[in-house]
């Protein structure tokens, strides 16, 4: 009796196996599905140029020229040559004013200027080291140890970024053309010490 029951289970595991088997074929005269393709491999400055261009870092830190980032000018910063003394004054119920080339911001923190970030040794960040750009993120501190990081920078939200993917904006900003201009530093409001932001960017 087992043995015959033993065939039989055998028989019907068999036939199951063959059907299903048959079902995932694809039909005969089609081309079987193709596997799937694994997404290539970015390298750490590839990462780094997505990163930086879908978070617009030329929106801020590349001077505007008619109403458009100057990609001549990339990522370099509030020009030397354009100079701001003070904010305009604004009408009641306004609080934030920018100035044409879109970086230099006024409000209640004073006037910033966005920064160079271009590798240039004297003037952008060819000094920085990979722990100064990610402390200057984590902390909102210029340089990662100085200064507080003033407005429209967004530091608290880039903060929740990973290690990797600062370490490739990093790595990406080390690779862009180094261009020499020395963005002036903050002013304060009315004569007072720069504030740290408790703001963004």
């Given at each position: 009796?087992?043995?015959?029951?033993?065939?039989?289970?055998?028989?019907?595991?068999?036939?199951?196996?063959?059907?299903?088997?048959?079902?995932?074929?694809?039909?005969?005269?089609?081309?079987?599905?193709?596997?799937?393709?694994?997404?290539?491999?970015?390298?750490?400055?590839?990462?780094?140029?997505?990163?930086?261009?879908?978070?617009?870092?030329?929106?801020?830190?590349?001077?505007f020229?008619?109403?458009e980032?100057?990609?001549?000018?990339?990522?370099?910063?509030?020009?030397?040559?354009?100079?701001?003394?003070?904010?305009?004054?604004?009408?009641?119920?306004?609080?934030?004013?920018?100035?044409?080339?879109?970086?230099?911001?006024?409000?209640?923190w004073?006037?910033?200027?966005?920064?160079?970030?271009t590798?240039?040794?004297?003037?952008?960040?060819?000094?920085?080291?990979?722990?100064?750009?990610?402390?200057?993120?984590?902390?909102?501190?210029?340089?990662g140890?100085?200064?507080g990081?003033?407005?429209?920078?967004p530091?608290?939200?880039?903060?929740?970024?990973?290690?990797?993917?600062?370490?490739?904006?990093?790595?990406?900003?080390?690779?862009?053309?180094?261009?020499?201009?020395?963005?002036?530093?903050?002013?304060?409001?009315?004569?007072?010490?720069?504030?740290?932001?408790?703001?963004?960017?």
């Amino acid at each position: 009796m087992c043995f015959f029951g033993c065939i039989r289970g055998t028989t019907v595991l068999f036939v199951a196996s063959a059907f299903g088997a048959a079902c995932t074929q694809a039909p005969a005269g089609q081309p079987a599905p193709a596997a799937p393709v694994a997404a290539p491999v970015q390298s750490p400055v590839e990462r780094g140029k997505y990163l930086a261009t879908v978070m617009d870092c030329n929106g801020c830190h590349t001077p505007f020229k008619n109403g458009e980032p100057d990609l001549t000018r990339m990522l370099s910063g509030h020009p030397e040559e354009v100079k701001v003394a003070a904010g305009p004054k604004l009408p009641a119920g306004w609080a934030i004013s920018i100035n044409e080339t879109n970086t230099a911001w006024a409000g209640p923190w004073g006037i910033s200027f966005t920064a160079n970030l271009t590798p240039d040794m004297n003037t952008g960040i060819g000094i920085w080291t990979e722990d100064m750009f990610l402390n200057a993120i984590r902390k909102g501190k210029h340089m990662g140890v100085s200064r507080g990081i003033l407005p429209p920078m967004p530091w608290q939200m880039q903060a929740n970024l990973t290690d990797e993917d600062l370490k490739a904006i990093f790595a990406y900003l080390r690779t862009v053309p180094a261009i020499s201009n020395h963005v002036p530093e903050p002013i304060p409001p009315s004569g007072e010490a720069p504030r740290v932001s408790t703001l963004a960017r």
